[in-house]
């Protein structure tokens, strides 16, 4: 059951009471990375807020998924992500602060922002 609300230009879809609302404007909300922050592809799933993610310097990274992220998104494998290392343990440990939509992700892939081995992983 799909609706186009013509006021806001917004997609409502109505799954009993629960309203799922979807943007047609997702591509300009897209978050850029801070400094220090990389991007990263979601290759394991270890169960609770942790995933191995690898990143684009090079590095596999245990990481955890913020509090405030972990409550309103689901992460799955291939997915891309915005991680910031830790401060110590910056090799091997970081946190997810931000995921992408896949329309996000390839339209990163064709700026030639991602490292080809990224580039890779979403695709498949």
Same mark, same amino acid.
């Given at each position: ?12 879809? %109505? ?8 943007? +047609?404007? #997702? /591509? #300009? @909300?897209?978050?850029?990375?801070? +400094?220090? !922050?990389?991007?990263?592809? =979601?290759?394991?799933?270890? %169960?609770? !807020?942790? =995933?191995? =993610?690898? $990143? ?6 245990? $990481?955890?998924?913020?509090?405030? &992220? ?6 799955? #494998?291939? !997915? *891309?992500? /915005? =991680? ?9 440990? %970081? ?8 329309? @996000?992700? /390839?339209? /990163?892939?064709?700026?030639?922002? &991602? +490292? !080809?081995? *990224? ?6």
């Amino acid at each position: 059951m799909e609706k186009l609300n013509n006021k806001l230009g917004k997609y409502i879809v %109505g799954m009993g009471k629960r309203k799922i609302v979807s943007e +047609p404007d #997702e /591509l #300009e @909300q897209m978050m850029e990375p801070g +400094p220090g !922050d990389v991007y990263g592809v =979601v290759v394991k799933m270890y %169960g609770y !807020d942790r =995933v191995l =993610v690898e $990143c684009s310097d090079g590095k596999t990274r245990l $990481c955890r998924i913020r509090g405030q &992220l972990k409550r309103r998104i689901w992460i799955k #494998e291939g !997915d *891309l992500v /915005l =991680v910031s290392p830790w401060d110590f343990q910056s090799d091997k440990r %970081g946190d997810i602060w931000w995921r992408f939509t896949k329309g @996000q992700a /390839l339209k /990163l892939a064709e700026q030639g922002v &991602l +490292p !080809d081995f *990224l580039k890779a992983r979403i695709s498949e």
